[in-house]
């Protein structure tokens, strides 16, 4: 895969970040005033037990879920004070979402699934087919792009997913249990796929994994105890 149109990383700060649930007449806190500075490029793994925010913290870095309090910025941009529509275009442009399922459409084939994003964005579908080729190439799919997803094993359909995350070249990538649906040996090969293309790429990335071991490959690494972040 060219790299010749990395992105440079986008710069994510966090301030005072603040998320609760309401759930009748009690308040469930999850995130407690987040603190967060990642330069363009850097690599976080972050960690923590089931139910310690670390997926409420990465929905709302992928602007996919509004704080209740703090500001998250995105190369010095308060996206959610922005309009809607406003942080919809920042999502498509500058976000690559990577969930623990794959959450492919059953109907298109692996091409056509990672063509997506492109043609969401107004890019024709020449454009479209070449980067998504491109991607499904790196990912080691070159044989299997006609494929849908009920032909493709479980590894695949999530080096899919990572392609279609790709496309558009996002400067801030993010990964939500990439792995957890894998087996080990399975979940290794991808995450091997996952570094290695973020590293070609030059993107900003924050994983969340329970797995120490994966967490372990990245030179940062925090911890979501008690709401808040902790470097461990």
């Known amino acids: 895969m060219s790299t010749k149109s990395a992105s440079r990383g986008v710069a994510v700060s966090v301030r005072g970040l603040v998320r609760h649930h309401q759930k009748g007449t009690t308040r469930i806190d999850v995130l407690e005033g987040i603190d967060l500075d ?7 793994a972050i960690v923590g037990p089931s139910g310690s925010g670390k997926s409420t913290l990465l929905q709302t870095l992928g602007l996919l879920d509004a704080p209740s309090g703090g500001k998250v910025l995105l190369d010095g941009e308060d996206v959610f004070a ?19 399922s794959h959450n492919l459409l059953p109907e298109h084939t692996a091409l056509g699934n990672v063509m997506i994003p492109v043609r969401l964005a107004g890019g024709s579908v020449a454009v479209a087919e070449k980067r998504a080729k491109a991607l499904l190439r790196a990912v080691g799919l070159a044989r299997r792009i006609h494929h849908k997803p009920g032909e493709l094993s479980g590894g695949e359909q999530q080096r899919v997913a990572l392609a279609r995350a790709l496309v558009m070249g996002p400067g801030l990538v993010l990964a939500d249990e990439p792995t957890g649906n894998l087996d080990p040996n399975t979940a290794l090969g991808v995450f091997d796929v996952m570094l290695q293309l973020n590293q070609q790429l030059g993107s900003t990335m924050v994983v969340v994994t329970h797995s120490l071991e994966l967490a372990g490959r990245f030179p940062r690494r925090l911890a979501v105890a008690r709401g808040r972040l902790e470097e461990f």
Do not use: E, H, M, T
Not at 84 to 97: E, L
């Open 38 to 44: 990642l330069a363009p490029g850097d690599r976080l």
């Open 82 to 100: 922005a309009s809607n529509s406003r942080r919809a275009a920042i999502r498509n442009r500058k976000v690559g979402f990577v969930f623990q």
